[in-house]
T-cell receptor
Framework: DVKVTQSSRYLVKRTGEKVFLECVQD?????MFWYRQDPGLGLRLIYF???????EKGDIPEGYSVSREKKERFSLILESASTNQTSMYLC???????????FGPGTRLTVT | KNEVEQSPQNLTAQEGEFITINCSYS?????LHWLQQHPGGGIVSLFM???GKKKHGRLIATINIQEKHSSLHITASHPRDSAVYIC????????????????FGQGTILTVHP
């Protein structure tokens, strides 16, 4: 079974803190994705990566950066957390040209 | 703009009822997914389809390519079907690699009462 894990299920941070969210997949997938999910808005793509050290902006990249130093690991970084970044963050992975994405359990981030 | 619209946003049913959730999209697609998300966050794929109809147990998914519309049906609904159902679409990307990108609907919150 494909397994996608995220470093934390729940996280509480203060405004201005630097926040790291980590995602690890164990199926040698080329593609990895970071989404945020908000009520009424659905999942929105923040960044994705199709290879080590490669990254592409999604629909809402402002305030976020990413890092992919190893194929299995994709990190989302909030350089200076703000209250409007309080959300559920979901990571997913897939093979290069596959539309079947496998999702992690999500991290519910609260910024106070 | 590539868009995905789901309806209804909220749906309440009594156990045993037949349920339909709708998904419309704006332009041509390569594939459409129906996903399920239970409280706690985890998302699982129910169906991936590009034409016709698929069935798995009490769940049926249909797609009409000409009308750019898909439906998810649940027959004989049960309280354990309570979840968020999400339509996700891979828009057709002529001449390029899609990298498997999906565009998601807003989700439908389904509550089935005993």
């Amino acid at each position: 079974d494909v397994k996608v894990t995220q470093s934390s299920r729940y996280l509480v941070k203060r405004t201005g803190e630097k926040v790291f969210l980590e995602c690890v997949q164990d199926m040698d997938h080329e593609n990895m994705f970071w989404y945020r999910q908000d009520p009424g808005l659905g999942l929105r793509l923040i960044y994705f990566s199709y290879d080590v050290k490669m990254k592409e902006k999604g629909d809402i990249p402002e305030g976020y950066s990413v890092s992919r130093e190893k194929k299995e690991r994709f990190s989302l970084i909030l350089e200076s957390a703000s209250t409007n970044q309080t959300s559920m963050y979901l990571c997913a992975s897939s093979l290069l040209d596959s539309y079947e994405q496998y999702f992690g359990p999500g991290t519910r981030l609260t910024v106070t | 703009k590539n868009e995905v619209e789901q309806s209804p946003q909220n749906l309440t049913a009594q156990e045993g009822e037949f349920i339909t959730i709708n998904c419309s999209y704006s332009v041509g697609i390569s594939a459409l997914h129906w996903l399920q998300q239970h409280p706690g966050g985890g998302i699982v794929s129910l169906f991936m389809l590009s034409s016709g109809k698929k069935k798995h147990g009490r769940l049926i998914a249909t797609i009409n390519i000409q009308e750019k519309h898909s439906s998810l049906h649940i027959t004989a609904s049960h309280p354990r079907d309570s979840a968020v159902y999400i339509c996700a679409v891979a828009f057709f990307n002529a001449g390029g690699t899609s990298y498997g990108k999906l565009t998601f609907g807003q989700g439908t919150i389904l509550t089935v009462h005993p």
